[in-house]
């Protein structure tokens, strides 16, 4: 469960009303653009590889059925150009069915069409059409944590090259070393894994509400004791006991995404939203944030653990419904962009900061992922 991307309102009457509605739009959108497309018809796709992002401005995305989450999401990958420089070098597929299913070819398709068109926004119907054979459906309340993990695996899995594979794991892949230790015989286990967003909570172990980024952090790679009907087995000591759980950051990539969990469950299956003021910094050095117990890193890993914000996807609304939208820092133009669908405006700051949210505004707009980029060394 989680946050909410609009208020459900669909079924088959509705769907085929608004795809009615987009075709009737795009016949208009298409007689004043015959030049654009006579032009565009003619060019490769090999066109859109190198073309500066942003190069005619900020283009948005139509919603084209309670996709303002994947609107967003789609902005905060396409707007970096980490991303696209390795977008752009994959494997066309052969045919027009596998092109038609094919989620980072049709991602490509769509990037070319917001950078190489003059309108402000952009239908995303083919990309739409793609994701809804891969269960990914428009009329569909999304959460976009989990939205944004299914979509990073359809890219993932779908990229032939092995290297570009490779490449996007270390843009994006998070490495922890997990801890587990008997606190009888004091025995411990070790296990790396890998994460691709760090699942902040924003309370600590008693409900009590963090005040910070930080603290949040601070929460996370807190160790954790397993007593009671929590204990695990001991394979030395024969028998269940209390044991200390931890985890340790051994690698952080390029791309760092946060996922703050502002949706908090109660008894059955209440759930509620968490609206509290929770700041973010726009530079953070985890190198500060967290102890020498907390990592298992050399000195020139955590060299590299400087950071600064390139984008906020924030969610307003409660748990039945709400909307997204997504400030985004651009990589070419240094500034603040908000994406709120076919809407796009600049922004500053202090804009962006109006996210940290508020206890008494329950509805109000509060940040719900947080995406930060590795500073480039001095």
């Not at 208009?28 to 090999?46: G, I």
């Not at 948005?60 to 994947?70: E, F, H, P, T």
């Not at 980072?104 to 952009?122: H, S």
């Not at 054979?133 to 979509?151: P, Y």
């Amino acid at each position: 469960m989680g946050q909410r991307s609009g208020r459900q309102e669909g079924g088959k009457k509705l769907e085929v009303a608004l795809s009615k509605t987009m075709e009737a739009e795009e016949v208009v959108q298409n007689n004043t653009e015959k030049d654009e497309e006579a032009k565009a018809k003619v060019e490769k796709l090999s066109s859109v590889f190198g073309v500066a992002d942003l190069k005619n401005g900020a283009v948005g995305l139509y919603n084209i059925g309670l996709s303002c989450c994947l609107n967003s999401l789609l902005q905060v990958f396409l707007m970096n150009t980490c991303f696209t420089g390795i977008l752009r070098r994959i494997t066309v597929p052969p045919d027009d069915e596998q092109k038609r299913r094919n989620v980072p070819y049709q991602m490509l398709l769509l990037l070319e069409k917001m950078q190489c068109g003059k309108q402000n926004a952009v239908y995303p119907k083919a990309l739409a059409s793609c994701l809804s054979i891969h269960r990914v459906k428009l009329f569909v309340q999304h959460d976009a944590a989990q939205l944004f993990l299914t979509l990073w695996n359809l890219i993932k899995k779908q990229m032939k090259k092995p290297e570009l594979v490779e490449e996007l794991n270390d843009l994006y892949t998070i490495c922890i070393q997990e801890h587990l230790a008997c606190q009888k015989c004091s025995s411990e286990t070790k296990r790396n894994s890998s994460m691709l967003t760090l699942p902040l909570s924003v309370l600590d172990s008693n409900s009590h509400m963090l005040k910070s980024l930080e603290d949040c952090l601070q929460c996370f790679f807190h160790p954790e004791e397993l007593t009671d009907q929590n204990m695990c087995f001991c394979e030395q000591c024969g028998r269940k006991t209390p044991f200390l759980q931890s985890m340790k950051l051994v690698h952080l990539p390029q791309i760092l995404t946060m996922h703050l969990k502002r949706f908090c469950f109660e008894k059955a299956a209440y759930i509620h939203k968490l609206s509290h003021y929770l700041p973010f910094p726009e530079d953070l050095d985890f190198s500060a944030v967290l102890t020498e117990n907390q990592c298992q890193a050399d000195d020139k890993e955590k060299a590299a653990w400087k950071y600064e914000i390139f984008a906020v996807v924030a969610h307003s609304g409660s748990t039945s419904f709400g909307h997204y939208c997504a400030y985004i820092r651009s990589l070419t133009e240094c500034k603040w962009y908000c994406f709120n669908d076919s809407h796009v405006c600049q922004v500053s700051w202090d804009d962006v900061k109006c996210t940290y949210g508020h206890s008494k505004l329950h509805w109000g707009e509060t940040a719900y992922l947080l995406i930060y980029m590795k500073k480039r060394p001095q």
